[in-house]
Protein backbone atom coordinates (compact mmCIF):
# COMPACT_ATOMS: atom_id res chain seq x y z
CA UNK A 1 0.00 0.00 0.00
CA UNK A 2 1.55 3.46 -0.91
CA UNK A 3 2.08 5.29 2.44
CA UNK A 4 2.52 9.32 2.66
CA UNK A 5 4.50 11.37 5.60
CA UNK A 6 2.11 14.10 7.37
CA UNK A 7 3.66 16.13 9.88
CA UNK A 8 2.17 19.68 11.32
CA UNK A 9 2.57 22.12 14.06
CA UNK A 10 -0.63 21.98 15.64
CA UNK A 11 -1.79 24.50 18.48
CA UNK A 12 -2.18 22.99 22.43
CA UNK A 13 -5.56 24.43 23.02
CA UNK A 14 -6.13 23.10 26.91
CA UNK A 15 -4.54 21.46 29.90
CA UNK A 16 -6.61 19.17 31.90
CA UNK A 17 -6.17 16.80 35.15
CA UNK A 18 -8.76 14.63 33.13
CA UNK A 19 -9.15 14.01 29.37
CA UNK A 20 -12.14 11.71 28.49
CA UNK A 21 -12.64 10.41 25.11
CA UNK A 22 -16.27 9.64 24.24
CA UNK A 23 -19.26 10.51 25.69
CA UNK A 24 -21.47 7.21 26.03
CA UNK A 25 -22.38 5.36 29.47
CA UNK A 26 -18.57 4.70 30.51
CA UNK A 27 -17.52 8.51 29.41
CA UNK A 28 -19.99 9.95 31.44
CA UNK A 29 -19.54 7.96 34.57
CA UNK A 30 -15.97 8.81 33.96
CA UNK A 31 -16.38 12.53 33.39
CA UNK A 32 -18.65 12.89 36.00
CA UNK A 33 -16.43 11.02 38.27
CA UNK A 34 -13.39 12.91 38.07
CA UNK A 35 -15.30 16.12 38.47
CA UNK A 36 -16.82 15.07 41.55
CA UNK A 37 -13.28 13.99 42.82
CA UNK A 38 -12.23 17.53 41.77
CA UNK A 39 -10.75 17.23 38.67
CA UNK A 40 -10.73 19.71 36.26
CA UNK A 41 -12.11 17.66 33.49
CA UNK A 42 -12.66 17.72 29.41
CA UNK A 43 -14.94 15.36 28.28
CA UNK A 44 -14.76 15.08 24.20
CA UNK A 45 -17.16 13.44 21.74
CA UNK A 46 -17.43 13.47 18.28
CA UNK A 47 -20.98 13.33 17.82
CA UNK A 48 -23.44 16.91 19.12
CA UNK A 49 -24.89 14.91 21.95
CA UNK A 50 -23.61 12.82 24.93
CA UNK A 51 -25.07 9.30 25.92
CA UNK A 52 -23.11 7.04 23.18
CA UNK A 53 -24.97 3.89 22.10
CA UNK A 54 -28.19 5.01 24.62
CA UNK A 55 -28.55 7.88 22.28
CA UNK A 56 -26.92 7.63 18.65
CA UNK A 57 -27.43 3.79 18.34
CA UNK A 58 -31.14 4.17 19.90
CA UNK A 59 -30.24 1.32 22.35
CA UNK A 60 -32.46 0.86 25.71
CA UNK A 61 -33.47 -0.23 27.86
CA UNK A 62 -30.29 0.06 30.39
CA UNK A 63 -30.08 -3.52 31.24
CA UNK A 64 -30.73 -4.61 35.08
CA UNK A 65 -28.83 -2.37 37.80
CA UNK A 66 -29.93 -5.02 40.44
CA UNK A 67 -28.99 -7.94 41.85
CA UNK A 68 -30.26 -11.04 40.20
CA UNK A 69 -32.85 -12.10 42.76
CA UNK A 70 -33.96 -8.37 42.24
CA UNK A 71 -33.12 -7.30 45.88
CA UNK A 72 -30.37 -4.97 45.84
CA UNK A 73 -29.64 -1.66 43.52
CA UNK A 74 -25.49 -2.74 42.71
CA UNK A 75 -25.25 -0.08 40.34
CA UNK A 76 -26.32 3.18 41.43
CA UNK A 77 -23.79 6.54 41.72
CA UNK A 78 -24.00 8.54 38.82
CA UNK A 79 -25.87 6.52 37.00
CA UNK A 80 -28.88 6.20 39.61
CA UNK A 81 -29.13 9.98 39.56
CA UNK A 82 -28.94 10.30 36.07
CA UNK A 83 -32.04 8.01 36.05
CA UNK A 84 -33.55 10.09 39.03
CA UNK A 85 -33.26 13.05 36.80
CA UNK A 86 -35.06 11.41 33.64
CA UNK A 87 -37.68 10.06 35.87
CA UNK A 88 -38.19 13.58 37.42
CA UNK A 89 -39.08 15.22 33.85
CA UNK A 90 -41.25 11.88 32.74
CA UNK A 91 -37.97 10.80 30.55
CA UNK A 92 -37.48 7.58 32.47
CA UNK A 93 -38.66 5.26 35.09
CA UNK A 94 -36.61 3.97 37.91
CA UNK A 95 -35.31 0.27 37.60
CA UNK A 96 -36.73 -0.33 41.27
CA UNK A 97 -40.68 -0.24 39.07
CA UNK A 98 -39.76 -2.47 36.61
CA UNK A 99 -40.11 -5.93 36.88
CA UNK A 100 -39.23 -9.47 34.71
CA UNK A 101 -41.39 -10.93 32.12
CA UNK A 102 -43.27 -7.57 31.24
CA UNK A 103 -43.46 -5.10 28.18
CA UNK A 104 -41.15 -2.86 29.46
CA UNK A 105 -38.46 -5.86 30.21
CA UNK A 106 -39.42 -7.22 26.54
CA UNK A 107 -41.56 -10.13 28.16
CA UNK A 108 -38.03 -11.51 29.28
CA UNK A 109 -37.46 -12.92 32.59
CA UNK A 110 -33.68 -13.66 33.35
CA UNK A 111 -31.20 -10.73 33.72
CA UNK A 112 -34.21 -8.01 32.99
CA UNK A 113 -35.81 -7.86 36.54
CA UNK A 114 -34.92 -3.84 37.39
CA UNK A 115 -34.43 -2.77 33.73
CA UNK A 116 -34.62 0.87 33.23
CA UNK A 117 -36.70 2.51 29.98
CA UNK A 118 -35.89 5.62 29.22
CA UNK A 119 -36.42 8.59 26.32
CA UNK A 120 -32.96 8.86 24.26
CA UNK A 121 -34.19 12.80 23.89
CA UNK A 122 -34.29 13.27 28.02
CA UNK A 123 -30.71 11.51 28.41
CA UNK A 124 -29.02 13.60 26.07
CA UNK A 125 -30.07 16.64 27.52
CA UNK A 126 -29.74 15.19 31.46
CA UNK A 127 -26.91 13.97 30.70
CA UNK A 128 -25.21 17.59 29.33
CA UNK A 129 -26.78 19.06 32.04
CA UNK A 130 -25.42 16.90 34.96
CA UNK A 131 -21.77 16.93 33.02
CA UNK A 132 -22.23 20.96 33.61
CA UNK A 133 -23.67 21.46 37.09
CA UNK A 134 -20.21 19.02 38.01
CA UNK A 135 -17.67 21.23 36.22
CA UNK A 136 -17.12 18.98 33.31
CA UNK A 137 -15.92 21.03 30.21
CA UNK A 138 -17.77 19.36 27.34
CA UNK A 139 -15.93 19.61 23.45
CA UNK A 140 -18.69 17.91 21.21
CA UNK A 141 -18.49 17.37 17.60
CA UNK A 142 -14.80 16.60 17.76
CA UNK A 143 -12.86 13.24 17.28
CA UNK A 144 -9.86 11.90 18.92
CA UNK A 145 -7.09 11.13 16.44
CA UNK A 146 -3.66 10.06 18.21
CA UNK A 147 -2.55 9.60 21.64
CA UNK A 148 -0.11 12.30 22.51
CA UNK A 149 2.90 10.52 23.69
CA UNK A 150 5.56 11.17 26.08
CA UNK A 151 8.07 7.84 26.51
CA UNK A 152 5.37 5.30 27.97
CA UNK A 153 2.47 7.61 29.00
CA UNK A 154 -0.02 9.39 27.22
CA UNK A 155 -0.09 12.91 28.06
CA UNK A 156 -2.98 13.88 26.37
CA UNK A 157 -4.75 13.39 22.81
CA UNK A 158 -3.92 15.19 19.15
CA UNK A 159 -8.31 16.02 18.30
CA UNK A 160 -9.70 17.26 15.02
CA UNK A 161 -13.08 19.42 14.83
CA UNK A 162 -14.01 21.81 12.64
CA UNK A 163 -11.46 24.59 13.83
CA UNK A 164 -9.06 21.98 12.66
CA UNK A 165 -6.29 19.96 14.13
CA UNK A 166 -5.25 20.57 17.90
CA UNK A 167 -3.26 19.04 20.99
CA UNK A 168 -5.33 18.22 24.47
CA UNK A 169 -2.59 18.04 27.77
CA UNK A 170 -3.48 15.98 30.03
CA UNK A 171 -2.22 14.24 33.53
CA UNK A 172 -4.64 11.27 32.80
CA UNK A 173 -6.88 9.86 30.06
CA UNK A 174 -8.88 7.77 30.00
CA UNK A 175 -10.70 5.82 26.92
CA UNK A 176 -14.28 5.71 26.84
CA UNK A 177 -14.33 5.06 22.82
CA UNK A 178 -15.94 1.64 23.34
CA UNK A 179 -13.41 0.74 20.82
CA UNK A 180 -10.47 1.05 22.77
CA UNK A 181 -9.16 3.94 20.25
CA UNK A 182 -6.82 5.57 22.58
CA UNK A 183 -5.09 2.55 23.77
CA UNK A 184 -4.67 0.26 20.56
CA UNK A 185 -2.80 3.92 18.91
CA UNK A 186 -0.80 3.92 21.83
CA UNK A 187 0.21 0.90 21.87
CA UNK A 188 -1.33 -1.09 24.09
CA UNK A 189 -1.91 -4.94 23.39
CA UNK A 190 -5.68 -5.89 22.40
CA UNK A 191 -7.67 -8.75 21.35
CA UNK A 192 -11.19 -9.39 19.30
CA UNK A 193 -13.84 -11.74 19.23
CA UNK A 194 -13.83 -15.01 20.01
CA UNK A 195 -10.52 -16.99 20.84
CA UNK A 196 -11.94 -19.72 18.44
CA UNK A 197 -12.34 -17.45 15.29
CA UNK A 198 -12.11 -14.39 16.55
CA UNK A 199 -15.83 -13.29 15.18
CA UNK A 200 -17.79 -10.75 17.05
CA UNK A 201 -21.08 -10.56 17.90
CA UNK A 202 -23.16 -9.15 15.34
CA UNK A 203 -24.58 -5.58 15.12
CA UNK A 204 -28.10 -3.97 15.24
CA UNK A 205 -29.56 -1.19 13.69
CA UNK A 206 -32.21 -0.25 16.63
CA UNK A 207 -35.80 1.70 15.57
CA UNK A 208 -38.46 3.13 17.18
CA UNK A 209 -42.41 2.54 16.13
CA UNK A 210 -45.43 4.39 17.82
CA UNK A 211 -48.96 3.75 17.96
CA UNK A 212 -48.48 0.19 19.20
CA UNK A 213 -51.36 -1.47 21.36
CA UNK A 214 -49.91 -2.73 24.19
CA UNK A 215 -53.19 -4.74 25.13
CA UNK A 216 -52.76 -6.55 22.25
CA UNK A 217 -49.56 -7.70 22.72
CA UNK A 218 -49.99 -8.42 26.70
CA UNK A 219 -52.70 -10.62 25.47
CA UNK A 220 -50.45 -12.80 22.98
CA UNK A 221 -48.53 -13.38 25.74
CA UNK A 222 -51.27 -14.91 27.84
CA UNK A 223 -51.60 -17.17 25.12
CA UNK A 224 -48.07 -18.49 24.92
CA UNK A 225 -46.64 -18.01 28.18
CA UNK A 226 -44.22 -20.72 26.69
CA UNK A 227 -42.22 -18.11 24.80
CA UNK A 228 -41.39 -16.30 27.73
CA UNK A 229 -40.47 -19.29 29.66
CA UNK A 230 -37.87 -20.05 26.53
CA UNK A 231 -36.96 -17.11 26.13
CA UNK A 232 -38.72 -16.55 22.63
CA UNK A 233 -40.63 -13.86 22.56
CA UNK A 234 -42.54 -13.48 18.78
CA UNK A 235 -41.06 -16.62 18.07
CA UNK A 236 -44.35 -18.23 16.43
CA UNK A 237 -44.91 -15.00 14.73
CA UNK A 238 -41.46 -15.10 13.21
CA UNK A 239 -42.36 -18.83 12.32
CA UNK A 240 -45.48 -17.88 10.39
CA UNK A 241 -43.38 -15.19 8.55
CA UNK A 242 -40.73 -17.47 7.30
CA UNK A 243 -43.10 -20.14 6.00
CA UNK A 244 -44.43 -17.59 3.75
CA UNK A 245 -40.76 -16.12 3.11
CA UNK A 246 -41.50 -12.36 4.52
CA UNK A 247 -38.82 -12.82 7.23
CA UNK A 248 -35.13 -13.03 5.70
CA UNK A 249 -33.14 -11.72 8.95
CA UNK A 250 -30.95 -14.20 10.91
CA UNK A 251 -32.92 -13.81 14.30
CA UNK A 252 -35.19 -16.76 16.07
CA UNK A 253 -36.64 -13.85 18.84
CA UNK A 254 -37.17 -10.76 18.70
CA UNK A 255 -36.55 -7.98 21.88
CA UNK A 256 -39.54 -5.44 22.06
CA UNK A 257 -39.53 -2.94 24.61
CA UNK A 258 -42.28 -0.77 25.67
CA UNK A 259 -41.07 2.56 26.63
CA UNK A 260 -41.56 5.29 28.58
CA UNK A 261 -43.96 7.25 25.91
CA UNK A 262 -47.79 5.63 25.90
CA UNK A 263 -47.24 3.18 22.15
CA UNK A 264 -43.69 3.48 21.55
CA UNK A 265 -41.75 0.59 21.48
CA UNK A 266 -37.82 0.15 20.67
CA UNK A 267 -37.29 -2.28 18.25
CA UNK A 268 -33.90 -4.90 18.97
CA UNK A 269 -34.75 -7.07 15.96
CA UNK A 270 -32.31 -6.50 12.90
CA UNK A 271 -28.86 -8.61 12.91
CA UNK A 272 -26.43 -8.03 10.56
CA UNK A 273 -23.32 -10.68 10.76
CA UNK A 274 -19.67 -10.56 9.43
CA UNK A 275 -18.45 -6.47 9.88
CA UNK A 276 -16.30 -5.59 12.59
CA UNK A 277 -16.97 -2.42 13.98
CA UNK A 278 -13.05 -0.73 13.18
CA UNK A 279 -13.72 -0.75 9.72
CA UNK A 280 -15.04 1.91 8.44
CA UNK A 281 -16.08 -0.48 4.68
CA UNK A 282 -17.56 -2.55 7.13
CA UNK A 283 -19.90 0.18 9.08
CA UNK A 284 -21.08 1.79 6.14
CA UNK A 285 -21.99 -1.96 4.78
CA UNK A 286 -23.59 -2.01 7.96
CA UNK A 287 -25.75 1.08 8.09
CA UNK A 288 -26.69 0.39 4.72
CA UNK A 289 -28.45 -3.42 5.61
CA UNK A 290 -29.69 -2.39 8.80
CA UNK A 291 -31.97 0.48 7.24
CA UNK A 292 -32.81 -1.81 4.55
CA UNK A 293 -33.62 -4.74 7.61
CA UNK A 294 -35.68 -1.81 9.37
CA UNK A 295 -38.29 -1.77 6.43
CA UNK A 296 -38.62 -5.62 6.19
CA UNK A 297 -39.16 -5.80 10.18
CA UNK A 298 -41.52 -2.72 9.74
CA UNK A 299 -43.54 -4.85 7.51
CA UNK A 300 -43.46 -8.01 9.32
CA UNK A 301 -44.63 -6.45 12.70
CA UNK A 302 -47.25 -4.92 10.41
CA UNK A 303 -48.40 -7.95 9.48
CA UNK A 304 -48.29 -10.84 11.88
CA UNK A 305 -46.78 -9.35 15.30
CA UNK A 306 -50.67 -8.58 17.44
CA UNK A 307 -50.66 -4.71 18.72
CA UNK A 308 -48.30 -3.65 16.00
CA UNK A 309 -50.65 -3.98 12.91
CA UNK A 310 -50.77 -0.11 12.68
CA UNK A 311 -47.29 0.71 14.24
CA UNK A 312 -45.63 4.07 12.59
CA UNK A 313 -41.94 4.76 12.04
CA UNK A 314 -40.83 7.10 14.24
CA UNK A 315 -37.00 6.80 13.59
CA UNK A 316 -33.81 4.61 13.01
CA UNK A 317 -30.99 4.80 15.03
CA UNK A 318 -28.30 7.46 14.00
CA UNK A 319 -25.57 4.98 14.13
CA UNK A 320 -26.05 1.16 13.80
CA UNK A 321 -25.45 -0.61 17.26
CA UNK A 322 -21.91 -2.03 17.49
CA UNK A 323 -21.74 -4.56 20.13
CA UNK A 324 -18.32 -5.87 20.58
CA UNK A 325 -14.67 -4.92 19.06
CA UNK A 326 -11.60 -4.49 20.75
CA UNK A 327 -10.88 -5.58 24.24
CA UNK A 328 -7.72 -4.28 25.85
CA UNK A 329 -5.31 -6.49 27.47
CA UNK A 330 -5.28 -4.96 31.38
CA UNK A 331 -3.75 -6.06 33.91
CA UNK A 332 -6.28 -8.57 34.55
CA UNK A 333 -8.43 -10.19 32.01
CA UNK A 334 -12.06 -10.93 34.01
CA UNK A 335 -13.62 -14.00 32.97
CA UNK A 336 -16.83 -16.50 32.51
CA UNK A 337 -15.72 -18.19 35.52
CA UNK A 338 -15.05 -15.04 37.73
CA UNK A 339 -18.94 -14.10 36.76
CA UNK A 340 -19.82 -17.50 37.90
CA UNK A 341 -18.20 -17.69 40.90
CA UNK A 342 -18.93 -14.39 41.79
CA UNK A 343 -15.19 -14.24 42.90
CA UNK A 344 -14.07 -11.35 45.45
CA UNK A 345 -11.23 -9.06 44.54
CA UNK A 346 -9.49 -7.00 46.55
CA UNK A 347 -10.04 -4.08 44.13
CA UNK A 348 -13.55 -4.58 43.49
CA UNK A 349 -14.69 -0.83 41.94
CA UNK A 350 -17.79 -2.43 40.47
CA UNK A 351 -20.70 -4.88 41.14
CA UNK A 352 -23.08 -5.96 38.31
CA UNK A 353 -25.15 -9.03 37.57
CA UNK A 354 -26.46 -8.79 33.96
CA UNK A 355 -25.93 -12.45 33.00
CA UNK A 356 -23.44 -13.19 29.99
CA UNK A 357 -25.61 -12.49 26.65
CA UNK A 358 -23.60 -13.14 23.85
CA UNK A 359 -25.56 -13.10 20.41
CA UNK A 360 -24.45 -15.90 17.38
CA UNK A 361 -21.91 -13.90 15.50
CA UNK A 362 -23.12 -16.79 12.60
CA UNK A 363 -26.57 -17.44 12.50
CA UNK A 364 -29.98 -16.36 14.72
CA UNK A 365 -29.41 -17.80 18.13
CA UNK A 366 -27.53 -17.19 21.12
CA UNK A 367 -28.67 -14.03 23.37
CA UNK A 368 -29.51 -14.06 27.36
CA UNK A 369 -30.24 -17.54 28.52
CA UNK A 370 -32.54 -18.88 30.73
CA UNK A 371 -29.65 -20.80 32.87
CA UNK A 372 -29.04 -18.13 35.30
CA UNK A 373 -25.25 -19.36 35.25
CA UNK A 374 -23.81 -15.80 36.63
CA UNK A 375 -23.68 -15.29 40.21
CA UNK A 376 -26.35 -13.39 42.23
CA UNK A 377 -23.82 -10.62 41.54
CA UNK A 378 -20.59 -10.27 40.64
CA UNK A 379 -17.18 -8.23 41.10
CA UNK A 380 -15.19 -5.82 38.17
CA UNK A 381 -11.42 -5.30 39.52
CA UNK A 382 -9.82 -2.43 38.79
CA UNK A 383 -7.04 -3.79 37.02
CA UNK A 384 -9.32 -4.67 34.10
CA UNK A 385 -9.47 -0.89 34.06
CA UNK A 386 -5.21 -0.45 33.77
CA UNK A 387 -4.27 -1.46 30.17
CA UNK A 388 -0.64 -3.01 30.11
CA UNK A 389 2.88 -1.04 28.88
CA UNK A 390 1.23 1.87 29.22
CA UNK A 391 0.73 4.61 31.88
CA UNK A 392 -1.00 7.68 32.66
CA UNK A 393 -4.09 6.20 30.87
CA UNK A 394 -7.37 4.11 32.29
CA UNK A 395 -9.77 2.28 29.97
CA UNK A 396 -13.71 1.53 30.79
CA UNK A 397 -16.97 0.33 29.46
CA UNK A 398 -17.16 -2.14 26.59
CA UNK A 399 -13.55 -1.96 25.69
CA UNK A 400 -12.00 -3.03 29.15
CA UNK A 401 -9.59 -6.30 30.04
CA UNK A 402 -12.16 -8.87 29.47
CA UNK A 403 -12.65 -12.57 27.62
CA UNK A 404 -15.42 -12.14 24.85
CA UNK A 405 -17.64 -14.44 27.33
CA UNK A 406 -16.70 -12.34 30.55
CA UNK A 407 -17.78 -9.00 28.22
CA UNK A 408 -20.59 -9.96 26.95
CA UNK A 409 -21.91 -9.50 29.92
CA UNK A 410 -20.73 -6.32 31.56
CA UNK A 411 -20.74 -4.57 28.40
CA UNK A 412 -24.48 -3.68 29.04
CA UNK A 413 -24.66 0.15 30.30
CA UNK A 414 -24.78 0.47 34.08
CA UNK A 415 -21.87 -1.50 34.58
CA UNK A 416 -20.19 0.69 32.04
CA UNK A 417 -21.56 3.89 33.81
CA UNK A 418 -20.08 2.19 37.01
CA UNK A 419 -16.74 1.58 35.48
CA UNK A 420 -16.44 4.56 33.68
CA UNK A 421 -17.58 6.67 37.57
CA UNK A 422 -14.47 3.92 39.15
CA UNK A 423 -11.92 5.33 36.58
CA UNK A 424 -12.51 9.05 36.46
CA UNK A 425 -12.30 8.86 40.39
CA UNK A 426 -8.85 7.05 40.20
CA UNK A 427 -7.59 9.16 37.44
CA UNK A 428 -8.97 12.73 39.61
CA UNK A 429 -6.95 10.92 42.48
CA UNK A 430 -3.72 10.01 40.61
CA UNK A 431 -3.61 13.84 39.16
CA UNK A 432 -3.98 15.36 42.67
CA UNK A 433 -1.00 12.94 43.87
CA UNK A 434 0.94 12.87 41.10
CA UNK A 435 0.84 9.30 40.75
CA UNK A 436 0.36 6.71 38.20
CA UNK A 437 -3.19 5.71 37.79
CA UNK A 438 -2.03 1.85 38.44
CA UNK A 439 -0.02 3.37 41.82
CA UNK A 440 -3.25 5.15 43.33
CA UNK A 441 -4.13 2.77 46.66
CA UNK A 442 -7.05 1.56 45.35
CA UNK A 443 -8.71 1.62 48.98
CA UNK A 444 -8.83 5.66 48.31
CA UNK A 445 -10.98 4.74 44.99
CA UNK A 446 -13.20 2.51 46.89
CA UNK A 447 -13.61 5.00 49.61
CA UNK A 448 -14.31 7.78 47.30
CA UNK A 449 -16.88 6.16 45.32
CA UNK A 450 -18.55 4.63 48.28
CA UNK A 451 -18.95 8.25 49.54
CA UNK A 452 -20.37 9.66 46.40
CA UNK A 453 -23.02 7.29 46.22
CA UNK A 454 -21.46 4.18 44.43
CA UNK A 455 -22.65 0.41 45.67
CA UNK A 456 -19.51 -1.82 46.51
CA UNK A 457 -20.83 -4.87 48.84
CA UNK A 458 -21.72 -4.96 51.86
CA UNK A 459 -18.27 -4.48 53.60
CA UNK A 460 -16.93 -0.96 51.94
CA UNK A 461 -18.11 1.78 53.90
CA UNK A 462 -16.64 5.64 52.89
CA UNK A 463 -14.38 6.94 56.17
CA UNK A 464 -14.15 10.14 54.91
C1 LIG B 1 -27.49 -3.69 19.36
C2 LIG B 1 -27.14 -3.47 20.78
C3 LIG B 1 -28.06 -3.76 21.79
C4 LIG B 1 -27.75 -3.51 23.11
N1 LIG B 1 -28.71 -3.65 24.06
C5 LIG B 1 -28.49 -3.13 25.29
C6 LIG B 1 -29.57 -2.93 26.18
O1 LIG B 1 -30.72 -3.22 25.87
N2 LIG B 1 -29.28 -2.39 27.40
C7 LIG B 1 -28.02 -2.06 27.79
O2 LIG B 1 -27.84 -1.60 28.91
N3 LIG B 1 -26.99 -2.22 26.94
C8 LIG B 1 -27.20 -2.72 25.70
N4 LIG B 1 -26.18 -2.80 24.79
C9 LIG B 1 -24.79 -2.56 25.21
C10 LIG B 1 -24.42 -1.11 25.41
O3 LIG B 1 -25.17 -0.24 24.58
C11 LIG B 1 -22.94 -0.79 25.18
O4 LIG B 1 -22.11 -1.86 25.40
C12 LIG B 1 -22.58 0.41 26.05
O5 LIG B 1 -23.23 1.54 25.48
C13 LIG B 1 -21.11 0.62 26.18
O6 LIG B 1 -20.86 1.90 26.72
P1 LIG B 1 -19.57 2.69 26.29
O7 LIG B 1 -19.66 4.03 26.94
O8 LIG B 1 -18.38 1.85 26.51
O9 LIG B 1 -19.70 2.83 24.70
P2 LIG B 1 -20.68 3.68 23.77
O10 LIG B 1 -22.04 3.71 24.31
O11 LIG B 1 -20.50 3.10 22.42
O12 LIG B 1 -20.08 5.14 23.81
C14 LIG B 1 -18.85 5.45 23.18
C15 LIG B 1 -18.82 6.94 22.87
O13 LIG B 1 -17.54 7.31 22.38
C16 LIG B 1 -17.68 8.14 21.22
N5 LIG B 1 -16.48 7.94 20.42
C17 LIG B 1 -16.05 6.77 19.89
N6 LIG B 1 -14.89 6.94 19.25
C18 LIG B 1 -14.58 8.27 19.37
C19 LIG B 1 -13.49 9.05 18.92
N7 LIG B 1 -12.48 8.50 18.22
N8 LIG B 1 -13.49 10.37 19.21
C20 LIG B 1 -14.52 10.93 19.93
N9 LIG B 1 -15.57 10.21 20.39
C21 LIG B 1 -15.59 8.90 20.12
C22 LIG B 1 -18.95 7.62 20.58
O14 LIG B 1 -19.52 8.56 19.71
C23 LIG B 1 -19.82 7.33 21.79
O15 LIG B 1 -20.55 8.46 22.22
C24 LIG B 1 -26.46 -3.04 23.45
C25 LIG B 1 -25.53 -2.77 22.46
C26 LIG B 1 -25.86 -2.96 21.14
C27 LIG B 1 -24.89 -2.59 20.08
Known amino acids: METVTYQREIPVTKTVDVLVIGGG??????????????????????????????????VGPFMTSFSAD?????????????VRRMEAMGGAIHPSKVPAAVAKSAYMKHGH??????????????????????????????????????????????????????????????????????????GVPFAIGRSSDGLTQPMTMFFRVGNVNGAQVAEYFKEHP????????????IKAAQAKGDFTIPRERLSLYESPQEGVWRVNASRILGTDGTNAADLTRAEIIGRRQVMEILAFLRAYVPGFTHCTLIDTAAQVGVRETRRIVGEYTLTAEDLIAGRDFPDTIAYAAYPMDIHSPTDGGGGVSNKGETADAYQIPFRCLVPRNIERLLVAGRCVSATHEA??????MPPSFAMGEAAGTAAALAAAEGLRPRDVPVSWVQETLVKHGAY?????????
Open 70 to 82: GKTQVIRGVFDEL
Open 113 to 186: TGVTPFDPEAMKLVSAEMCLEYGVELLLHTIFIDPLLDGDAVAGAILHNKGGLQAVRAYTTIDCSADADVAARA
Open 456 to 464: LGPSVRPTH
Open 407 to 412: LGAIRV
Open 226 to 237: EEIEQRMAFSSC
Open 25 to 58: PAGLGAAIGAAKTGAKTLLVERYGFLGGNATASL
